[in-house]
């Protein structure tokens, strides 16, 4: 337990920091997350706290971390940043933009792509070797480093710390973060404090969250989903921190079948064009792109495709999958885009994945982040099963030779 216990005190040193820089420099709060369900949760948590501690901020919802976005981020000096379940593998980059910044706080679970600029906070799971892949979610992270700001203040309280825990549960659960069925680490320790607190209840079908409508926490994370993701460029994920906050004025109720209506149509026509025309292949992955088929859908989307795919036996167990969607001109809060990217999304099958953890074959931390720099891009948010990148688009072509050429490497060592 030692190891939670020097994460845990991380938090509440991170914390003095950024309650004790917003207090001397005045200056703005910007919170910059992800737009899946853990991004969601762990801007819920965060603005949670905030609220609590009447400290004025903004959420700004974003897909992935990119130069040319840091460059629109770091646009006005004088800020305070935090970054919620994104930025540790690009924490290097986003360094070159902090100094620019009074403050840039990085709070993030994915395996961090280098070292620490010293102008960053960045508090991480891994960096005190408890797994981001199986043992905090985003979420938690946010849940945890909230639970430290209010206990700064004499804020926090059982209830509180229970209604901060339910995000990380539910955060967990977005990104499927379970150790033989079940929760562990960091995000079991919060579902016991969310079912002590009762906030969270045990069901017939497991847990049940009372305040959010009696759903589940699997419900939650996948309405959560198809807001943030499915629904990005309409605004949904705001909607989704309001759902999360109990802030919903119902208008969710009448979005949810439509966002779910318009994904499975898209869904729909690019399976029938892919049992038409197949994937495209290579010696160890397939791959598929969809360009802005997926229009008017957040790039999120290419990713839940490679799952559906995975689930419905269409694709080669043997190979790793990869799918591109082409990141629309103009980013909801962001602008203009300075140059065409394509997101880039891998998953794996349940075999493969058996393959990795046993090390006989090349997880996604060692194939993505170095396949993206070949091409022109940026790694963040990638897990060793799951990953996702952007790179330059036109250089499809590059980023797969590269995986190959890497695949080869890795087996090699």
Known sequence: MKRYKQFLNEHTRGAVILSDTLEQKQCSLTVIHHNDADGLCAAAALSMAFDMLSIRHKLLAVEKIHEFMLERIYGESGECLVYADLGGQSSELIGRYAKRSLLTVILDHHLPGGDTPENVVHINPELFGISGDTESSGASVGALFARALLGLSNRNSMLSNARLAVFGVIGAFGDRQFVNGKLAGINSILLEDTLDGGVIRRSKDGYVIPGLGGRTPDDIANMLDLLGSTGFYSGGAQRGVNLLLEKDTGEVASIIPRLLEMKDSLFDKEIERIKNHGLQGSSHFEWIDVEDRFDPMGVKSIGLFLELLIEKGMTDPEKYLIGFQNLPPVM?????????????????????????????????????????RRAGGTADGC???????????????????????????????
């Open 332 to 372: 909801p809060g962001i602008g203009e885009m300075q140059v065409p990217l394509s997101k880039v999304s891998a998953r794996v099958s349940a075999s493969l994945r058996n393959g990795i953890e046993e090390r006989a074959l090349p997880d996604f931390m060692k194939l993505i982040p170095a396949a993206a």
């Open 383 to 413: 897990h060793r099963f799951a990953a996702a990148s952007v790179i330059s688009l036109g250089n499809e072509k590059i980023f797969m030779e590269a995986l190959e050429d890497l695949f080869e490497e890795e087996r090699q060592r």
